[in-house]
């Protein structure tokens, strides 16, 4: 194993001193969250398989994996705080995800440290287009919704037995800086930069909810300092109300100063993405959601940790900046 260390920002602080916070995951959200609490003058540590990764200056980076039960104790044993953004190939998240999470879980709790978890809306299902809440039941139908329920009544668990001190965080579809594999990631922004279509899903005239990258990050983040947000999950901040992901369209050519165009893939087209495409064959089960309204509503997290969600001038700003800076760096 590797390590990267950094110094201390805080001259009157050691390293030594200041509580640890793991991040499992160097994906957009485990990235935005290292540079979250790195900017709060915590010690943070990233885990991911090649202890290596473009990361904020000052946040170490430690190889280990995820599904060894044994390796996950270890990289644990110093932690206050785990956080748990990993994730796998979407063909291999049915198998691999519980994975993780046992181990995980047992890591964290091994080193009597809080685990917060990055979760997806998944198990809730079709709403039909109901607003989801905190008080949404679990409908899921599809594969990996069941799972992620299974994961999550599993984890909430874990608290109630006093194993593990947890929060779930749940995020909408992201946006935002490094935001790629996303219904509003590189199929949306690199072609809008170049006047080419940006594809988006289903039908565009529903509203749909987003979660800017930053928000999720901070959402994150705060669920880790607040013992009153522990043995609950969470539906961290999104854009309010939801637009539709036409309007989303009318917003980023706002933000680019140009008009843009759409596409709208239709579910046909994602099973025929899927006879060579292992993503798009297992996000085909997926695809209720660009064919409902997908709103989530996020007040009760917002009123009792006091995040709101970025202004979505401001969020798609800074995304389309991001996108710009990665296209010139391409030439």
């Known amino acids: 194993m590797t390590v990267t260390n950094s110094q201390p920002t805080d001259p009157t602080t050691t390293e030594h001193d ?3 916070h793991l991040i499992f995951g160097t994906g957009p959200a485990g990235t935005t969250l290292s540079e979250v609490l790195l900017s709060q003058n915590k010690r943070v540590r990233c885990i991911n398989r090649s202890g290596k990764a473009d990361l904020p200056p000052g946040v170490e ?3 280990g994996n995820a599904l060894d039960s044994a390796a996950v104790r270890e990289l644990c044993k110093d932690a206050a705080v785990v956080y748990h953004c990993a994730n796998v190939p979407y063909p291999q998240q049915v198998e691999l995800m519980p994975r993780f999470g046992a181990n995980i879980i047992e890591g964290a709790a091994r080193a009597n440290a809080k685990l917060i ?11 039909h287009g109901s607003p989801m809440t905190e008080e949404t039941p679990y409908a899921a139908t599809t594969r990996k919704g069941r799972m992620r329920a299974q994961l999550a009544e599993g984890y909430l668990a874990a608290h109630k037995a006093g194993t593990v001190r947890v929060a779930l965080g749940r995020a909408a579809d992201f946006f935002g800086p490094r935001v790629l594999n996303s219904a509003l990631g590189d199929r949306v922004f690199p072609p809008a930069l170049a006047g080419k279509p940006m594809q988006l899903l289903g039908n565009l005239e529903l509203p749909h909810s987003y979660a800017y990258i930053g928000d ?3 959402g994150l983040g705060a669920l880790a300092e607040r013992d009153e947000a522990l043995g609950r999950a969470w539906l961290l901040p999104v854009v309010a109300p939801p ?5 989303m369209a009318q917003r980023i050519a706002e933000q680019l100063g140009q ?19 292992p993503f798009m064959r297992e996000f085909v089960e997926m695809f209720y959601q660009y064919t409902e309204p997908q709103i989530v509503d996020s007040r009760a997290f917002e009123q009792a940790l006091g995040l709101e969600a970025t202004p979505l001038a401001e969020a798609l700003r800074a995304t389309v900046s991001w ?6 760096a391409a030439v």
């Open 323 to 328: 996108y710009r800076r990665r296209a010139d």
């Open 117 to 127: 978890v990055l979760d997806t809306l998944y198990m809730y299902g079709q709403t």
């Open 243 to 247: 637009p539709t992901q036409r309007e």
């Open 61 to 63: 980076v430690q190889a």
């Open 216 to 218: 999720v990050a901070r």
């Open 18 to 20: 200041r509580d640890l």
């Open 259 to 277: 008009p843009v165009r759409t596409q709208a893939l239709p579910k046909v087209a994602i099973r025929a993405f899927g006879l060579v495409d």
